[in-house]
């Protein structure tokens, strides 16, 4: 087979923020059908949304690090730390005890609880007076997570970090152009090597 010296060049940006940030909508959406429709599985959609919007989100957050900080970006920092960083380096007031900030650090602590997966065990003995409705609540095999698998905190986590995203990108002078993946490629032929 005949061989050919060639020059390539690459210039390429990838961005996985995008791809992230889309998934955490498209899961949004599924979910917002099977509320519609009575589905099964909302819960299993939800928990599935939220880790990607946690993704996505700190996906943004690394995004804004490396354009607003360059060399000086660690994406390896803790998760609400790098937020505040790029909070702070782009003049953004950070209230931890309201929305929108106060959800991202729920999100991080759902993130945590379903990524490093702990077992739990549950053992007592109690007497209590309840009434029968509240007897039949009680669910002793859910996890205290699974009470943020609610169409309510979904909303929230969404809402939320993209009115995060919007408020640092907007401080950032960044364009939408400079956050899109993209790239070229050429092949110069040099010489044919028999």
């Known amino acids: 087979m005949e061989k050919v010296a060639v020059k390539i060049r690459d ?19 599924e979910v917002e059908k099977l509320i519609k429709e009575k589905g099964d599985g909302i819960g299993l959609k939800i928990m599935a949304c939220l880790v990607i919007i946690a993704f996505a989100f700190e996906a943004s957050i690394n995004f804004l690090g490396f354009k607003a ?12 730390h790098k937020v505040k960083q790029i909070a702070r380096k782009l003049g953004v007031p ?60 979904l909303r929230r986590c969404y ?23 993209s790239g070229e490629s050429t092949i110069e032929i040099i010489e044919n090597v028999s």
């Open 11 to 29: 210039n390429a940006h990838i961005y996985i923020h995008n791809t992230l940030q889309n998934a955490a909508w498209f899961l949004k959406e």
């Open 69 to 80: 900080c360059g060399e000086d970006w660690s994406e390896n920092r803790p998760y609400l």
């Open 94 to 153: 950070i209230d931890w005890e309201s929305r929108p900030f106060s959800t991202i650090k729920e999100l991080k602590q759902f993130r945590d609880t379903v990524a490093h997966g702990k077992p739990a065990e549950i053992r007592g003995e109690q007497n209590v007076t309840i009434t029968e409705d509240e007897l039949n609540r009680r669910n002793i095999l859910k996890a205290d997570w699974e009470k943020l698998l609610s169409e309510e905190f």
């Open 159 to 181: 809402d939320d970090t993209e009115e995060i995203w919007k408020l640092l990108f907007d401080a950032s002078g960044l364009k939408l152009i400079d956050t899109i993946t």
